[in-house]
């Protein structure tokens, strides 16, 4: 299992919009990421990043092509399973947090567990546990707006990480803040990978980008690496 | 996630959106609220209208003599029709069934009456023992004029409650007592009372044949009642009275004015279809009224789906299927739509007891009630409604796009 990788794609293409202003996103990508890589993307703005993790992460289809997440085609995937496979395998992080206002840090980690058959105790003691990881288990009764970007950041990464997934996918976590928290963020994630979490970045900054272990490039929906 | 955690998660909901919540609520709360409170005030506007027929015999058939208005057989127009007792036999024979026939004859004018303690004006009247049943009289001291009165034309009086209460001071004093009539001395032998009012409680009833016999010996009477038959159809009984008197007195059975014929059963029915058609009404504005009330609900929760799309789009990104969105949705509305609707019943049905323990009665009004069976139903339409009204939204927010929904903007 550990020889084979956790990412596979062939020849994705998606486009978006109709016959007449139609978009070619993604224009024929083949992809493969082993399990414990730490990869970022980088590429020009439009270049399909966003719409490429977007498949990754089974939040989004395409149109032709295959993709294959622990060697299992997403493909044939009904819309509920693709929702159990999204909760199990993989874990998103947003440059935008996506925190719910009304929950406190714990029960925004523990917010994915709630659609696992766990019970109420066993995912407070896990999400609480991620909470450590990331350093914020005292501020586990505070809202998100009690904290700052950088801690947001990290309670979503709790969040992201407190399913144990197979893979970890970050649409430019560190776009919203600044260099020193931005840093902090990088820290953390690289701690993951020495644990060997798979990550996949995507990321403008090139110092960001140099402290992965792979660089994919993405130009006009093409992957040059 | 358990069932009460997912219940706890669409009470905290409904909690964060409290005003949105409760306009939700008062909209279906309204809708039953208004339901109820119709069902129970129509009830009771039947309830009082049948009371005001519940003063005489139901099937009571009242003929009244009139004044010709065809010219028939060599007779000219305006001539007066006056019945005689050998009508009475006629009907009888004639109609299937009819019972306490009797005649009522109204003594022209109010007459000066007169006791030893007491002095006025009453409407006296001569009929047979069967009017009583068909006023519905209640005796309350002494007895109901009898066949033997009849038969032997004594100089007797039933008086009405207020008649003697003004001739005597105490009814109970008046039985055995005399009154005095254009100088001819009647012996009470009964006080009754009715829920007709005043002016049947004024009334002072003689034997027919003794009123006959003394002030008026004509024998004549203008209006002929008996009870008959549910069962015997209200034309063909007009029909027929009109036949077999026309022959008797000479006039054209189809003159409307020579005789006029009250049939209290063909009213009686005519009221309860137009309730039949109340009621209908009332049902159908009700449930428009409810039906109002669920949209608003759909409405609602389409706008907090909008509202609540990044949250939705996030649950569905960490995992939520679209079942489990669209449940936490529907069940939202369904809370919702239940609660108040349920509120909506209980105060409803508290504010028709509340009229029918108050005893606010009219002449056609009187105890309103809501009908177990409708509430029941409205309660099972609330939240088979709710769930209903749940339902677009929930498929709505069930579809949402999540990263249509997290785009950050
Ligand atoms: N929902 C959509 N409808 C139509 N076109 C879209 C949609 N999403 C993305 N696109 C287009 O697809 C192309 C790739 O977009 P994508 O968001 O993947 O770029 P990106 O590399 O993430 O850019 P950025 O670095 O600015 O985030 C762009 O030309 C964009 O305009
Ligand atoms: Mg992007």
Known sequence: MTDSPIIELRDIHKTYGGAENCVRALNGVSLAIEPGEFVAIMGPSGSGKSTLLNILGILDGFDSGEYLLASTSVSGLSEEEAAATRNRFIGFVFQSFNLLPFLTALENVALPLTYTSLGPKERDFRAMDMLAYVGLDTRAHHRPSQLSGGQCQRVAIARALVTRPRVIFADEPTGALDSGTSDEIMTLFLRLHERGASIVMVTHASDVACRAQRIVLVRDGRVCE | ?409
């Open chain 2, 1 to 409: 996630m358990t069932f009460i955690e997912q219940w706890r998660q669409i009470l905290l909901s409904a909690f964060r959106h409290r005003t949105r919540t409760l306009l939700t609520a008062f909209g279906v709360f309204w809708g039953i609220f208004m339901l109820v409170l119709l069902l129970g005030i129509g009830k009771g506007l039947e309830r009082g209208v049948q009371s005001m027929f519940k003063d005489e015999a139901v099937n009571s058939v009242w003929v009244r003599a009139g004044t010709t208005s065809l010219a028939y057989q060599g007779y000219t127009i305006g001539r007066a029709v006056t019945f005689s007792t050998e009508d009475i036999a006629a009907v009888q024979q004639a109609i299937p069934g009819a019972t306490s026939i009797t005649p009522r004859h109204t003594v022209p004018l109010s007459r000066a009456v007169s006791s030893t303690t007491g002095y006025g004006f009453f409407p006296v009247l001569g009929i047979y023992p069967g009017y009583h049943t068909i006023e519905r009289n209640r005796i309350i001291h002494g007895r109901f004029i009898n066949a033997l009165d009849i038969d032997h034309r004594r100089l007797i009086a039933v008086l009405g409650r207020r008649s003697a209460e003004l001739l005597f001071g105490n009814p109970a004093h008046a039985i055995g007592e005399f009154i005095i009539l254009d100088g001819i001395s009647f012996q009470v032998v009964g006080v009754f009372d009715d829920d007709g009012g005043e002016s049947e409680l004024r009334r002072i009833y003689l034997p027919f044949t003794s009123l006959a016999r003394s002030l008026d010996p004509s024998r004549e009477f203008g209006l002929l009642v008996f009870v008959t038959s549910e069962k015997l159809e209200p034309q063909w009984l007009e029909q027929r009275l009109r036949e077999v008197l026309a022959v008797r007195h000479q006039f054209d059975p189809t003159d409307l004015a020579a005789v006029s014929v009250f049939n209290a059963n063909e009213q009686f029915k005519k009221i309860e279809a137009m309730f039949t058609g109340i009621n209908f009404f009332i049902t159908v504005v009700g449930l428009g009224t409810l039906f109002a009330g669920l949209v608003s609900v759909s409405n609602i929760m389409m706008i907090s789906v909008k509202e609540r799309k990044r949250e939705i789009g996030l649950r569905k990104a960490v995992g939520a299927t679209p079942r489990s969105i669209q449940l936490l949705v529907m069940k939202e509305a369904l809370l919702i739509a239940t609660i108040s609707g349920y509120l909506g019943l209980v105060v409803g049905l508290a504010v028709i007891e509340t009229i029918r323990l108050s005893g606010l009665e009219a002449e056609f009004f009187r105890d309103p009630e809501v009908n177990l069976l409708a509430a029941l139903a409205a309660l099972i339409a609330i939240i088979f409604g709710g769930t209903l009204a749940g339902l677009i939204p929930a498929r709505q927010a069930a579809k949402t796009n999540p990263i249509e929904a997290l785009r950050h903007d």
